[in-house]
């Protein structure tokens, strides 16, 4: 079970990248008190947390629905993971913090509700690649596993948020920059495998 449970927890984790989340939010919430920082993490935890987990419990649903085969998911997911990850493999030379979008932030203060969901909850969060691994997974593993392990998740990103100001001090940009590639590397890793395995699973449901 435990074995189980962390090839759930490390895919999200990767995935995730809340190491990629920590510039922006800084930016986002650097005029905001400490009251009003605690409160953007609850608001984009809680609201992530609970899109991960409805997705992760009603997607194979949806599929079903939508005649999709959860090894067709694979596929997608993990092109669409590809892609992100080799994304972050650059993000060394333009961070989340400069993308397109980013630069513009608006220096105003910002109240708590106007970034907690968007986009911090999402896409930050439970982007679209956090979904189409939460869906993946939860047709490979059992519900309450992947529950735990989202929950687990979510608490570690939360936590790296609650203590965004030490960590970033302590990795700085060179840090936050090189931990975004090494998670960029894992993640095209886990894309391709996830791309294999559909392949595999398509080519065995034809004999």
């Known amino acids: 079970m435990i074995t189980e449970f962390m090839l759930v927890v490390i895919p999200m984790f990767v995935v995730i990248d809340p190491f990629g989340v920590l510039p922006i939010y800084l930016s986002l919430t650097g005029s905001m008190d400490r009251a009003g920082r605690m409160k953007t993490i609850k608001y984009s935890m809680l609201f992530a947390t609970i899109l991960l987990i409805i997705f992760a419990l009603l997607g194979k649903m949806i599929l079903d ?17 590809l892609i992100i990850g080799v994304s972050m493999l650059y993000e060394g030379d333009t961070p989340r913090s400069r993308r397109k979008g980013a630069e513009d932030l608006d220096p105003a203060p910002h109240a708590p509700e106007d970034v907690a969901f968007v986009p911090l909850g999402t896409p930050m969060l439970a982007g679209p690649g956090a979904i189409s691994v939460a869906i993946t997974l939860a047709g490979t593993a059992e519900s309450p596993i992947v529950i735990a392990s989202l929950l687990t998740v979510m608490a570690s990103c939360g936590l790296l948020l609650w203590k965004a100001d030490v960590v970033f001090k302590l990795i700085g940009n060179a840090g936050t920059r090189a931990l975004t590639r090494v998670m960029g590397l894992i993640t095209s890793a886990y894309a391709v495998q996830m791309i294999l395995d559909g392949i595999a699973g398509y080519v065995i449901s034809l004999g």
């Not at 999709?68 to 997608?76: G, T």
């Open 65 to 81: 629905y939508l005649s999709v085969s959860i090894d067709a998911l694979r596929i997608s997911g993990g092109l669409l993971l």
